[in-house]
């Protein structure tokens, strides 16, 4: 199976466009994870022992928030499944076996306890065992199921958090296969001086659980609109320190770039000591702490 080649030039508007955009995301999302924690690590399907066990063979992505956060009571009472470490189990991807389909394993997404949807199938698993796992081993399902998803989603009020979530780790995943940061870097540092240099605070959001990945968001406004710059902060695939940004719009699009941490750190300092921050570096420091430390808002003075 070759990867989807959606057209996402020309959408269509209102619901239909949100739900184009949410089926083309996880597509993208599916692929990118499974590549990314299955074709790269197992030489053989056989490796991964797909028949040995009942129902979910092998998890791939869990999607989990802290039992004490806020979300949790406002807004997913119903949903996800508790956990022994306090935690809450919201949604997960796996590589599971199709009980009703004999021979059969398909990539399962399922958000706990209400809708799984399996939108990519491989009928016969035995004919391809011994094979490295492949993206081109499955077919894809109908995008009924992703509809039955979205709408499940957007009665929870779950939809907004899930997309933001997907797409960052799409980001992440992306973040982490680049070997070649030049080609953008000079392109990246115009936009992001002009985004900084509007910026009206700089807050940290998380520590990404199980990785040394760091979340901080900067806030502006641009022609009476509010906007948003999350920041990435990890390494690349060579352990080289580098961040990404995620421009985060009404029209649920995202512009990302990439550059090393070190000169971005150089601009960041540059600016905030034009805006008047006292103690910039500091400030840069507190932003990007662990998530066990308070959080602060840092207001640049007028």
Not at 45 to 73: F, K, S, T
């Amino acid at each position: 199976m070759h990867p989807d080649s959606e057209d996402t030039a020309v959408l269509p508007e209102g619901r239909a466009k949100e739900l184009k955009l949410f089926t083309v995301c996880l597509k993208k999302f599916i692929r990118k994870v499974f590549e990314h924690m299955v074709a790269t690590r197992f030489a053989s399907w056989q490796e991964m022992a797909i028949h040995e066990q009942d129902g979910m063979v092998y998890p791939i992505y869990n999607y989990v928030l802290d039992r004490d956060d806020p979300r949790c009571e406002s807004f997913y009472p119903e949903h996800g499944l508790d956990l022994d470490n306090g935690q809450i189990l919201l949604a997960d991807l796996s590589v599971s076996a199709i009980l009703d389909e004999e021979g059969a394993v398909g990539l399962e997404f399922y958000l706990y306890e209400t809708t799984s949807i399996v939108p990519f199938v491989c009928d016969n698993f035995e004919a391809i065992q011994h094979e490295r796992p492949s993206m081109s081993h499955f077919r894809r399902a109908e995008d009924a199921d992703f509809e039955a998803l979205y709408e499940e989603l957007k009665k929870s009020n779950l939809f907004d958090d899930l997309y933001y979530e997907l797409n960052k780790s799409i980001l992440l995943i992306e973040l982490s296969e680049r070997e070649i940061l030049t080609d953008m870097k000079q392109e990246a540092l115009r936009i992001l001086a002009g985004v900084f240099s509007r910026a009206k605070s700089i807050t940290n959001l998380s520590t990404i659980a199980n990785t040394d990945i760091k979340e901080c968001r900067l806030d502006f406004t641009a022609d009476e609109r509010r906007f948003s710059v999350v920041v990435l902060n990890g390494h690349d695939a060579f352990n080289n320190p580098v961040y990404s940004s995620v421009m985060t719009l009404p029209e649920y699009k995202s512009i990302a770039h990439y550059v090393d941490l070190d000169t971005w750190y150089e601009k960041l300092v540059k600016v905030l000591r034009a805006k008047n921050v006292d103690s910039p570096e500091a400030v840069i420091l507190d932003a990007l702490r662990p998530l066990d430390r308070p959080v602060r808002t840092v207001t640049a003075k007028p």
